[in-house]
């Protein structure tokens, strides 16, 4: 398992676009990938969770991936994240 403080720095948070585009990232990987954000934690590769989390721009979460590919996985995303998930 491993894991990573990131910060949201979109500025509208996770909305539809960026979730689905974090979620598109999350699928190419066969690790269980998920975040931890105000004491709940959403599935990443499912966009309702990460949508039902409320992130906005400015929060921190912490990925955590675990399985065969973690590794990859977190540095996917973490990149994915730090560069505005598209926006």
């Known amino acids: ?8 720095n979109n500025p509208t948070g996770l909305h539809l ?8 990232e999350a699928m190419k990987f066969k690790s269980l990938i998920t ?9 990443a ?3 309702l969770s990460v949508l039902g ?9 912490e990925l955590v991936c675990e399985g065969v590919d973690e590794d ?3 540095k996917t995303l973490v990149d994915a994240i730090e560069s505005g998930l598209g926006e």
């Open 17 to 24: 676009r960026p979730a689905g585009l974090l979620c598109k």
């Open 72 to 74: 990859e996985a977190l």
């Open 45 to 47: 590769k499912s966009v």
């Open 35 to 43: 975040f931890t954000f105000e004491g709940g934690t959403a599935n």
């Open 53 to 61: 989390a409320c992130v906005k721009c400015g929060d921190s979460i």
């Open 1 to 8: 398992m491993v894991s990573k403080k990131v910060t949201i």
